[in-house]
């Protein structure tokens, strides 16, 4: 089944979720500086967030063949919310490390291990 | 019928209002002692409201089943212990923020007991995860503290958000945030179409929730993160998202998602074998005590996967609920490790000082003979982790190991040999672990020290391991009521699943539902 060929579905923002899913774990997985891991954390949780409303969407269902309520676009919202919540700590946690380290490269965190 | 969930909600409820109050006063009262007793009372007060409003819960967001009661038993529980074991490091050393932040993780895991929709479970499970950042980020002291925290607050966030997308499939094939629709859903099978998606939410949802149980191969902050921080911090990072990954494992893979066992046997068994293995192999290797305990608490993680193994396999056979329960058998465990865990770091919190805590077992030298009474107290400790009968915890290794001995296959071929190789290394597992819980006892005992332990981690401390310790050999030696418990919980959660389908179909054809959830499904590929 060809998506190039189709009328944007549910399947096209599945696509687009996963590739957004996979840019924010390199990007976690590759940067060092502790504010691209959190860029990549955003990616991540964006990706997620996209496939709930279009799984949600009655728009991309088909003319409201398959209505799944306002979950999708609530649970949305909450995560939105959080993932500031997470920012918000993240760059406090962030500064503070800054502070003892005059650097946020991730890769100086290496002083415990064993 | 919404007054009875309020109602249910009040412990709840009760939590949020102490803890906001402590976080706003708090910066007007220079007087930190009291913050201690305010939410010691609270806990106090939300456990009463826990014993009065039991189960009265209407269906909706929340389960108001055994299986939230002994949970949010063991929650307020450990809760009320975590803020006697941290009175002395909240009074002394840290801000008021810090015993309110322990109240909100607590309030999160209150909701995660009786969620049963996705969006709740997310919520609760973020009310767990966001405090324990602060927790960490006021508890550490220098460097390794920053450092701890660093480390754990991008690798959890990363837990959830891969938690997330896990749960963002199983909504597109469950078609609902609702775990009993979303069950309703499924037990029919997958939708066709939909195969690989249930394959990757059930593979998502795990990896995520594993690392908040500290399962391989997603351990490895553990052992950096338990070093790097207070004892008292280590507690709660060992016992609060545990409880909160073990509940949700429970209740979204082990009875939510049928269908999909025949996945979730091989995976969990494989994460099962190697958790345990790998912690119990390294932590021989440790000489600081918070990294012993921290590889311990993994291969703990290890033993209990070996009841989610045994409920998947289950699935697959015609009769679910055996006297061998493995649903049970986690959560007997998860309920004596949390008290063995949360003692032993209250011990650990009381032999330090504010300075420096306890660091590596060496110092535990000669405890034996200058601290007898915290001594015997770590030694029951060690004793029950190891898993030596009469105590605690060999009951629970025996549930654990015994579920996965005793499982009868229907038509389901296969699991029934894999589990007994599980239940075999897993014994295995249990005698290599001996050696390094004996070694602390042995050092405490037969070694003696020209520089004993300070002492002087305060009164709440000590009292903590003296009230764990007890119950730990109360539940030893009368396992019967809380393995009634547990196997209640288990039964519970696997049937509220069920029957309240039945009552909201019913409530759906008389209309009272707003939204209706019964299309049929077309094929998105």
Redesign the interface.
């Known amino acids: 089944m060809n998506l190039l060929t189709q009328p944007v579905g549910v399947s096209h923002y599945l696509v687009v979720g996963a590739v957004l899913f996979v840019c924010g774990v390199v990007c976690m997985a590759t940067k060092r500086n502790a504010l691209g891991v959190l860029m990549g954390i955003e990616l991540v949780l964006n990706g997620a967030n996209l496939n709930f409303i279009a799984f949600g969407s009655h728009v991309l269902n088909r003319a409201g063949a398959r209505t799944l309520g306002l979950d999708g676009q609530l649970i949305a919202l909450f995560v939105i919310v959080l993932a500031a919540a997470e920012a918000a700590i993240a760059l406090a946690i962030t500064l503070n490390y800054y502070n003892n380290q005059a650097t946020v490269d991730v890769d100086h965190a290496d002083e415990l291990r064993g | 019928m919404t007054t009875d969930s309020v109602l249910y909600l009040l412990p709840e409820a009760t939590l949020a209002g102490v803890a906001t109050l402590i976080v706003v006063l708090g910066v007007f009262v220079a007087w930190r002692a009291v913050w201690s007793w305010v939410a010691a009372a609270g806990l106090v007060f939300a456990a009463v409201f826990v014993l009065r409003f039991d189960g009265v819960a209407d269906g909706g967001l929340l389960a108001g089943d055994a299986m939230a009661s002994f949970v949010r038993w063991l929650v307020v529980g450990s809760g009320l212990l975590l803020v006697m074991a941290a009175a002395r490091a909240s009074c002394r050393t840290q801000t008021a923020e810090y015993v309110g932040s322990l109240l909100f993780a607590v309030l999160g895991l209150l909701l995660v007991a009786s969620a049963q929709d ?2 709740l479970m ?2 609760g499970l ?1 009310l767990v995860s ?1 405090p324990s ?2 927790l960490l ?1 006021l508890g550490g002291r220098g ?2 503290g ?6 754990y ?2 690798l959890s ?2 837990s959830s ?2 938690t ?2 896990g ?3 199983l ?2 094939i469950g ?4 775990l009993v629709e979303i069950h309703a859903r499924l037990i029919d099978g997958v939708p066709s179409g939909f195969q690989l998606l249930g394959a990757l939410a059930l593979v998502l949802i795990f990896s995520g929730l594993a690392f908040k149980i500290a399962a391989a191969p997603f351990h490895f902050y553990a ?3 338990y ?2 921080t207070s004892p008292i911090n280590a507690a709660i990072l060992a016992v609060l998202p545990k409880i909160a990954g073990i509940v949700a494992m429970v209740r979204i893979l082990g009875v939510a998602m049928p269908g999909q066992s025949e996945t979730g046997w091989h995976l969990a068994l494989v994460v099962a074998a190697l958790t345990m293995t790998l912690g119990n192999t390294l932590a021989l290797w ?1 000489n600081n005590v918070r ?1 012993l305990l921290a590889y311990s608490s993994i291969a703990h993680a290890g033993y209990m996967l070996i009841g989610l193994t045994v409920a998947f396999a289950a699935q697959q056979t015609v009769d679910t609920v055996s006297q061998f329960d493995g649903l049970a058998a986690m959560l007997f465990y998860l309920a004596v490790y949390a008290l063995a865990t949360i003692g032993v770091f209250a011990a650990l919190t009381y032999l330090g000082d504010d300075q420096r805590p306890l660091e590596t077992v060496d110092e535990m030298a000669g405890l034996g003979r200058s601290r007898p009474i915290t001594a015997l107290a770590i030694a029951v400790f060690m004793f029950s982790l190891a898993g030596v009968p009469p105590l605690a915890g060999f009951w629970g290794k025996l549930g654990l190991f015994a579920s996965a001995i005793a499982f009868q296959p229907g038509q389901a071929g296969g699991a029934q040999g894999w589990l007994l190789v599980l239940a075999i290394i897993g014994l295995l597992n249990a005698v290599v672990a001996a050696g390094y819980y004996l070694r602390i006892v042995a050092v405490m005992y037969f070694r003696s020290s020209d520089r004993p332990a300070a002492g002087e981690g305060g009164a709440g401390a000590w009292t903590a391991s003296f009230i764990c310790a007890l119950l730990v050999l109360a539940v030893g030696l009368l396992p019967g009521p809380m393995v009634n418990a547990s196997r209640q919980a288990a039964t519970a959660a696997r049937t509220s699943v069920q029957q309240d389908a039945v009552e909201r179909a019913a409530d759906v054809a008389a209309g009272s539902v707003p ?3 019964t ?4 094929e ?2």
Request: aromatic share 24%.
């Open positions: 996705l969006t997310f919520v973020e966001i950042y602060i980020y460097v390794p920053k450092e701890a925290t660093a480390k607050f991008f966030v990363f958000a891969v997330l997308y749960f963002a499939f909504y597109g078609g609902s945030t609702h052992p950096d993160v070093q790097g440790q990294r939204f209706s959830q299309p049929a499904m077309n998105p590929f």
